[in-house]
């Protein structure tokens, strides 16, 4: 007796102190009335490309705070995914090999100028020999065309959202990027957009938000899109040994006022046209290295001493350049704070981690998370719980994603499955939902653009809205409906699928039958009843055995048709409707 | 095999044999039936916007050559129309055109074309982001506005309901169509039919089961949208997209505007209830080595000239009922930048286009380009309210008159640019 009281004691003891530390508690889904199946599917829904089929079982046999854990972790091997990107080229070059290699229009034209296929005044000639003289001369000289690149910038973001194992790193590298948003239609960063990925945002996908702004900041494509690389100081006049590029004169806004109004602040986050001016001021001289073999920046760089530059404030991390001899020295104000004269580069640093720890920055970029994993709208308590989180860790983002699933919030009924998935995201949950083989993802990039998410291209640094709106109209609708049926039949080049062993090979005893089953694979933990029940008067039409049998008098090689594919062919129907269908749309 | 049979009778023949008889989904019944182009609505006005994002240089488009201020301030973008063989249209000894414009410069001589200059909002942002919702919403001031300015317009002029009434030839529905009135976005007017090839049968059930999925429906932006999308279904004729052709000599530009207005001229002839078109014109965002007679701003602009002109050149027949709008979110610095480009400004202008147009003329206030004149000593002054310009044209071509419902909250006045 005495005994079992001292375990109960002792049992107490531990259920409190496994309460008392956020993480050990169990994530809230319960009191709002969620199964714990239920709760893994929505988790599955917002923090992966989609469930496949089984993970909402092994997720629950796991434990959701564990899965969730792990994904924070994101050190899963990935083996599958590695094999499927071996054969791409680009993906493990540096900015310098891919820069001199391949080559962007500028440089082809260059390149034809030396070689004498054109000279500076006719251009013009006849586009296609040119383009055939062009295309002999790079493969002699072991040039690849851009286009090659942009492929495989496209088809490793398709293979790595379907496979990846670290799925929430993936939907944040999606979600980062957009919010950094750079394109590919520019011509000056088209080159550096794979690795801008891979370096700057992937790595900081879930660490400090600071790090991921200092890194897009400093990257070359970055520098590039929004024109801070040709920005230097009227005041001081480029020195003589070190040739400024071309045209690069002055001052230039564009990176400052999008790091303010689309990266940190927001656009209503108190900022002025005078902190504009002055922030584009602070980040003068900030710079790419000068890569392209056949630029003359290049050469008078690696003719000048490292050690001198240095003494003279330059600065060179990896590709970013900081050029002191550009960079405007005079004492600024930004945001009611002053900077002293003669900043130099860490000047630079300041006003980027001022900006990355400034209260409107908490509150937008908590905001905008809240937007693309709970809401459209999501509630002023979820982000305040948010923001405390943000501004007590440092802006950590692991740790203001945890805040969000803890919170009630992420768990009311009425967010749940509000969200429209934005294209890509369609096109990847029906990969995974099939257990799809991908051998032409291009293909699925091809299907996105028609679906109004052309991504790597958005040429505005905005980023794609993330609101249903901006997805769903009658045009984009059709899109998604006919993808379902092209994707189910398999009319989709390289995209493959074995619909029946999804349902280890049990055939479906009835097209409701089919509908009923494959919907619960596809969406699984959903309440389908309803549209089930909307679609089978359609089918079980009253009058339906006469009509076969009249289709059957009337249009034997009809008849003949359907029964030589058979279920296959219906089972590819009903799976091509669902994926269709407006549930299917949802997350 | 027995579990097969019995689903191939029961189930899969019924899924794919209902459409044969009787079971046909009505919309395309009656799209079958009418074979040819239905025509249903009476031939209403057209009203054609062509949005410029990026935020076109107004001063170099349309230059003001007379001020030498804007000569100083841009010593290597100035032009003038005594300037050897690039020379700018002179449209009234103190503005002209970029050369550029040379298929629209005509309209301008016949007076079918005005352009109104000066033009932008009163709120001065220099976001294109901001200044594109500002000016979509049609409330410069106002973030919280959900509808765009088009939107309302569709709905003052209370016509039948077209699901083709507003119409986006883009990826995305714009700002400006945003609202409680249907409008239809589509990139390519042939991507518009349910992809079923094959069997007739099938194909039709699949159509049913989608048209049903989408009534049913909770979330109302996927049931409105589906409706939406059934309904136009129903009215276009596929085949007669892919089979037009234009008027005899017009060539549109293999463009993405050239594309776009393309496919409104079809949707303008198949009389199918358009009221409001929409398009896209991009690339002006000119930080950067914006050229004069060459170069990327001269490029963009013939490409704009020349979609439209084929455009216009196209509507023989309808010009009388067309009219076309373009708008930019802002201008550009009146000083060219360090980098052979120019950076956000203020005001810039806008084309207006068509038979109703009191044209050949530059509806301007502007006054010198002296930096001390400048908005912010740096830009052109906004000296026309984009409203005057919108809702003049609304106004008078499409029979609007309820300004303050288009413009919540605006008192200027309408700009008189249309006759009557």
Redesign the interface.
């Known amino acids: 007796m005495k005994f079992a009281k001292v375990i109960l004691f002792c049992l107490a003891i531990t259920a409190t102190f496994g309460f008392s530390s956020l993480v050990d508690d169990p994530i809230p889904y319960k009191k709002f009335g969620y199964t714990p199946q239920q709760a893994a599917a929505r988790l599955l829904d917002r923090f992966s490309f989609g469930a496949k089929p089984g993970q909402v079982e092994a997720v629950v046999s796991m434990g959701l705070e564990n899965w969730l854990e792990q994904q924070f972790a994101a050190n899963l091997p990935n083996e599958g995914l590695n094999k499927r990107l071996a054969a791409f080229k680009s993906l493990s070059l540096n900015n310098d090999t891919i820069v001199n290699r391949y080559l962007n229009a500028g440089q082809v034209i260059r390149l034809a100028t030396r070689k004498g296929i054109i000279n500076r005044d006719s251009i013009k000639g006849d586009p296609k020999e040119y383009r055939e003289q062009v295309r002999v001369i790079m493969e002699q000289e072991g040039y690849k065309p851009i286009l090659e690149l942009h492929r495989e910038l496209v088809n490793q973001k398709v293979l790595s959202a379907a496979y990846s194992n670290n799925q929430l790193q993936e939907v944040l590298t999606d979600f980062w990027f957009n919010h950094f948003n750079v394109s590919v239609t520019k011509n000056q960063c088209q080159q550096y957009v794979y690795t801008y990925e891979r370096d700057a945002i992937r790595p900081n996908v879930m660490g400090k938000f600071k790090d991921l702004l200092l890194a897009t900041a400093q990257h070359p494509a970055m520098l590039e899109y929004l024109d801070n690389a040709s920005s230097v100081s009227i005041k001081n006049q480029p020195r003589a040994n070190m040739a400024a590029p071309r045209n690069a004169r002055g001052l230039n806004e564009n990176y400052a006022r999008e790091v303010m109004e689309l990266h940190t602040l927001g656009v209503d986050g108190g900022y002025t046209q005078a902190d504009v001016t002055t922030v584009a001021k602070a980040l003068t001289g900030w710079t790419v290295m000068p890569l392209a073999k056949d630029a003359p920046a290049r050469n008078l760089l690696e003719r000048l001493n490292p050690a001198q530059l240095e003494r003279r404030g330059f600065v060179m991390k990896g590709d970013f350049l900081f050029r002191a001899d550009q960079h405007d020295n005079e004492a600024k104000t930004i945001l009611n704070k002053n900077f002293p004269a003669n900043g130099g580069y860490q000047e630079g640093i300041d006003v980027l981690t001022m900006l990355a720890e400034h209260p409107s920055t908490t509150k937008f970029i908590c905001t905008k998370l809240a937007t693309r994993f709970v809401s459209d709208t999501p509630s002023a308590s979820l982000i305040k719980n948010m923001v405390k989180t943000f501004q007590s860790t440092d802006g950590d983002i692991k740790a203001v994603l945890r805040t969000m699933v803890y919170d009630p919030a992420f768990w009311k009924k009425s967010v749940s499955h509000e969200k429209v998935k934005s294209p890509f995201e369609m096109v990847i949950s029906a990969v995974r939902a099939t257990n799809a083989q991908v051998i032409q993802p291009f293909q699925l990039f091809n299907w996105c653009t028609k679906m109004g998410q052309r991504f790597y291209y958005y040429q505005a640094p905005t980023g794609f809205p993330d609101r249903a709106s901006n997805w769903i109209n009658t045009g984009a609708l059709l899109n998604r409906m006919n993808f379902g049926l092209a994707f189910a039949s398999q009319k989709i080049p390289g995209v493959r699928m074995d619909l029946a062993a999804l349902n280890n090979y049990h055939e479906p005893e009835s097209a409701i039958d089919a509908l009923t089953v494959y919907s619960n694979i596809l969406l699984p933990q959903r309440d389908h009843a309803a549209n089930i029940k909307r679609l089978i008067p359609l089918v079980n039409d009253d009058a339906v055995e006469e009509k076969i049998s009249k289709a059957a008098t009337v249009d034997k090689a009809a008849e003949q048709m359907i029964l030589d594919k058979g279920t296959k062919n219906m089972l590819s129907q009903v799976v091509g409707i669902i994926i269709g269908s407006p549930e299917f749309q949802r997350k | 095999m027995s579990?097969?049979r019995?689903?191939?009778?029961?189930?899969?023949?019924?899924?794919?044999?209902?459409g044969?008889?009787?079971?046909i989904p009505a919309f395309i019944t009656r799209v079958a039936a009418a074979g040819m182009p239905p025509a249903p609505y009476k031939k209403n006005k057209v009203l054609v916007c062509i949005f410029q994002?990026g935020a076109m240089d107004g001063l170099m488009a349309v230059t003001p050559f007379s001020d030498m201020e804007l000569k100083k301030a841009r010593p290597n973008l100035f032009m003038d129309p005594t300037n050897g063989a690039g020379k700018l249209f002179d449209l009234d000894g103190q503005f002209g055109l970029h050369p550029s414009f040379a298929s629209l410069q005509p309209f301008f001589a016949d007076k079918r074309l005005a352009i109104a200059h000066g033009v932008g909002s009163p709120n001065?942002?220099?976001?294109?982001?901001?200044a594109q919702d500002y000016m979509e919403s049609g409330t410069p001031f106002s973030k919280s506005t959900s509808s765009g300015w088009l939107n309302r317009a569709v709905g003052l002029m209370g016509h039948d309901a077209s699901?083709f009434r507003a119409v986006s030839i883009t990826?995305?529905?714009p700002r400006s169509l945003?609202g409680s009135q249907e409008?239809?976005?589509?990139?390519?007017l042939a991507?518009?039919?349910?992809?079923?090839k094959?069997?007739p049968?099938?194909a039709n059930?699949?159509a049913?089961?989608?048209e049903?999925?989408?009534?049913?429906?909770s979330?109302r932006?996927?049931?409105r949208?589906?409706k939406?999308?059934f309904e136009?279904?129903k009215m276009l004729n596929v085949n007669d997209i892919k089979n037009y052709q234009p008027v005899a000599g017009v060539v549109y530009p293999n463009s993405p505007l050239g594309n776009s207005l393309k496919q409104i001229a079809v949707l303008i002839k198949m009389n199918i209830g358009l009221e409001v078109a929409f398009a896209e014109s991009?690339g002006w965002d000119t930080?950067?080595?914006q050229g004069t007679l060459n170069g990327v701003f001269a490029r963009n602009v013939r490409d704009f000239s020349d979609s439209i002109a084929a455009f216009w050149n196209d509507m023989s027949g309808y010009q009388d009922d067309v009219t076309v709008m373009t708008m930019t979110e802002f201008g550009r610095t009146v000083a060219q930048?360090?980098?052979?480009g120019t950076?956000?400004g203020r005001a810039s202008c806008s084309f207006i286009l068509g038979n109703d147009v009191q044209g050949g003329k530059v509806y301007q206030q502007i006054g010198s380009l002296a930096k001390e004149q400048l908005e912010?000593q740096r830009d052109l002054p906004v000296t026309t309210d984009f409203r005057s310009v919108f809702s003049g044209v609304a106004n008078k071509h499409l029979n609007i008159n309820n300004n303050n419902v288009l413009f919540p909250k605006w008192e200027g006045k309408a700009l008189e640019i249309l006759k009557g």
């Open positions: 579990s097969r019995a689903f191939m009778r029961s189930g899969a023949m019924a899924l794919f044999a209902t044969i008889a009787g079971g994002r001065n942002t220099r976001s294109h982001f901001d699901p990826g995305a529905l945003y409008a239809l976005a589509i990139s390519n991507d518009f039919a349910l992809q079923t094959g069997n049968m099938a059930l699949t049913g089961s989608f049903e999925l989408y009534e049913q429906t979330n932006l996927l049931n949208a589906g939406e999308s136009a279904l991009g930080h950067f080595n930048n360090g980098t052979g950076d956000h912010d």
